[in-house]
C-alpha cells in the first residue's frame, strides 16, 4: 500500500448495533494506525485511515466522517496544513490531534487552526476514546432544544443551520467556538467560571488547563468584537459583548 491510500475497517456484520460514528484516523506509523483502527472499532465506531495529509483530505471529501483523528507529525504535510485545507473547503468536521509533542506552543497552534482537541502521544486508548466521545457531544446538534436560534443584542445563533450572525453579518466558528459562544449565550448577563466553562463546553476534564479557556475566548472577541473582521466599516458601531472578569470568569452582556 502506498502512502496515498486510504482504507476502510471491514463492514460491521449483519443484526450488530450501528455505529456510534466513523472516524477517519490519519498516521503515517502503521503500527499506531492499525492499532487505533482496531480499538475505536472495538469501542464501537466505523474507521477509515489515511496514511498522509493528501490521502485525509481526499478522504474527508470522499467519506465525510463525523471526527478526524489526526497526527500532527506527517509526512507530505502536518496536521495543522492538513486541517487549513479542510477548513479552507468549509469543512466544519471536528479534530482530534495525536501530537509527539508536549509543548503548549503546539497544542495552542491545533486549537488555533480550528481542531478541538488534542492528545500527547504515549496515550492510553481509553483516553483517545473519552476525548473522542466528549468532542462529539459537544458538536453534535442538541436535539433536545425548542427554539434552535439564541438571540443576544445583535448576535443571533442558529443551531439547526449552525451559523452564527452578529449585526446582520455571518461569522464563521469552529465547532467548539460555536458551543462555547452557545453557553455564554443561554447566561448571558451570568458570569460563568473557567471551571464551569470547562465542563460544559469541553465536556472533560482538563485539569484546570485555564490557558484553553482564554485562547478560545480570545478567537471569539476577534470574530464577534470586531467591525472589521465582520466585513463592517472601523468606525461601526460595534460594542464588546464578551468581558473578563478578573478572578472570576467571563460574562456576555452590553455595556453602554
Do not use: C
Amino acid at each position: 500500500m502506498d502512502a496515498t491510500t486510504t482504507s476502510r475497517s471491514p463492514r460491521r456484520p449483519a443484526g450488530e448495533k450501528p455505529a456510534e460514528a466513523q472516524l477517519l484516523v490519519v498516521d503515517d506509523e502503521p503500527s499506531i494506525r492499525e492499532l487505533l483502527s482496531a480499538s475505536l472499532r472495538f469501542a464501537g465506531f466505523d474507521v477509515v485511515t489515511a496514511e498522509d495529509g493528501n490521502a485525509a483530505v481526499r478522504a474527508a471529501a470522499q467519506q465525510r466522517p463525523d471526527l478526524v483523528v489526526l497526527d500532527v507529525m506527517l509526512p507530505d504535510m502536518d496536521g495543522f496544513t492538513v486541517l487549513r485545507r479542510l477548513r479552507a473547503h468549509g469543512d466544519a468536521i471536528p479534530v482530534l490531534f495525536l501530537t509527539a509533542r508536549d509543548d503548549m506552543s503546539d497544542k495552542v497552534q491545533g486549537l488555533t487552526v480550528g481542531g478541538d482537541d488534542y492528545v500527547t502521544k504515549p496515550f492510553s486508548l481509553e483516553e483517545v476514546v473519552a476525548r473522542i466521545r466528549a468532542i462529539l457531544r459537544r458538536t453534535r446538534p442538541a436535539e433536545e432544544d425548542d427554539d434552535a436560534v439564541l438571540r443576544y443584542a445583535d448576535l443571533e445563533l442558529d443551531e439547526d443551520a449552525h451559523e452564527v450572525r452578529r449585526a446582520g453579518r455571518l461569522v464563521e466558528l469552529s465547532p467548539t467556538e460555536f458551543k462555547l459562544l452557545r453557553y455564554l449565550m443561554i447566561n448571558a448577563e451570568r458570569v460563568v467560571s473557567k471551571t464551569q466553562i470547562l465542563d460544559h463546553v469541553w465536556d472533560y476534564d482538563f485539569a484546570g488547563d485555564a490557558a484553553i479557556v482564554e485562547s478560545y475566548i480570545s478567537y471569539l472577541r476577534r470574530k464577534l468584537d470586531s467591525a472589521t473582521a465582520l466585513g463592517l466599516a472601523p468606525n461601526a458601531d460595534i460594542r464588546p459583548l464578551i468581558h473578563t472578569r478578573r478572578g472570576v470568569g467571563y460574562v456576555l452582556r452590553q455595556q453602554s
